[in-house]
């Protein structure tokens, strides 16, 4: 079989498997019938976004998870806001500086939360780099000795880790992998 039988038996198969709101007609030029195109309505990385009632639960738990770091990051920006205020920072600039990025780093966590709880794909890999570095904190405020910290951190990297490892969730978030077992 040549390469252009194969690339239009893919076309055909695309054609196939696309829905009709996916499926949209092309005029050629020189017009008389119109060519299918199977280019999907949305980009590659919202390819097979999911219902929140349709994800599996390891998803909407890891959903969770993020959303739960996103206000523990909150929270310590704020505490840092208010030690910069009270003159308790080491320098006041340095104290602002951390709280603006604390509450910027709490904002893009949520929005990971949200494209998780959404079942996008594009948000497998920020949570799962989100968890490790979880982790490597966790057991920083371990050592600080800081285990009012530290252990929550490390238990919620585990169970997001967890849920983000478990096959149900590689089958959704996974590029590639829909359909297959």
Same mark, same amino acid.
């Given at each position: 079989? $040549? #390469?252009?039988?194969?690339? @239009? +038996?893919? &076309?055909?198969a #695309?054609?196939?498997? *696309?829905?009709?709101?996916?499926?949209?007609?092309?005029?050629? @030029? $020189?017009?008389?019938?119109?060519l299918p195109?199977?280019? /999907?309505?949305?980009?590659?990385?919202?390819?097979?976004?999911?219902?929140?009632?349709?994800?599996?639960?390891?998803?909407? !738990? +890891? +959903?969770?998870?993020? *959303?739960v770091?996103?206000?523990?990051?909150? +929270?310590?920006?704020? !505490?840092?806001?208010?030690?910069a205020?009270?003159?308790?920072?080491?320098?006041? &600039?340095?104290?602002?500086?951390?709280t603006?990025?604390?509450?910027?780093? &709490?904002?893009?966590l949520?929005?990971?939360? @949200?494209g998780?709880?959404?079942?996008? @794909?594009?948000?497998?890999? /920020?949570?799962?780099?989100?968890?490790?570095?979880?982790?490597?904190?966790?057991?920083?405020?371990?050592?600080?000795?800081?285990?009012?910290?530290?252990? /929550?951190?490390?238990?919620?990297?585990?169970?997001?880790? $967890?849920?983000?490892? &478990?096959?149900? #969730? !590689?089958?959704?978030?996974?590029?590639?992998?829909? $359909?297959?077992?």
């Amino acid at each position: 079989m $040549g #390469s252009r039988s194969r690339a @239009r +038996a893919r &076309a055909q198969a #695309s054609q196939v498997t *696309a829905g009709p709101s996916q499926v949209a007609r092309k005029q050629p @030029r $020189g017009g008389s019938a119109p060519l299918p195109s199977a280019a /999907p309505e949305s980009g590659p990385a919202e390819a097979a976004p999911a219902e929140p009632g349709q994800l599996p639960r390891t998803v909407r !738990i +890891a +959903a969770v998870v993020q *959303a739960v770091e996103a206000a523990g990051v909150l +929270a310590a920006a704020l !505490i840092a806001a208010v030690d910069a205020l009270t003159g308790k920072s080491y320098h006041r &600039a340095s104290g602002i500086a951390i709280t603006l990025i604390g509450i910027a780093t &709490a904002v893009a966590l949520a929005y990971v939360a @949200r494209g998780l709880n959404r079942g996008r @794909r594009w948000s497998r890999t /920020p949570a799962m780099l989100t968890q490790l570095f979880i982790g490597i904190i966790g057991i920083y405020m371990i050592q600080a000795p800081r285990l009012d910290w530290g252990i /929550p951190a490390i238990a919620l990297a585990v169970a997001g880790l $967890g849920t983000l490892l &478990a096959p149900s #969730s !590689i089958e959704l978030l996974t590029p590639g992998r829909a $359909g297959k077992s």
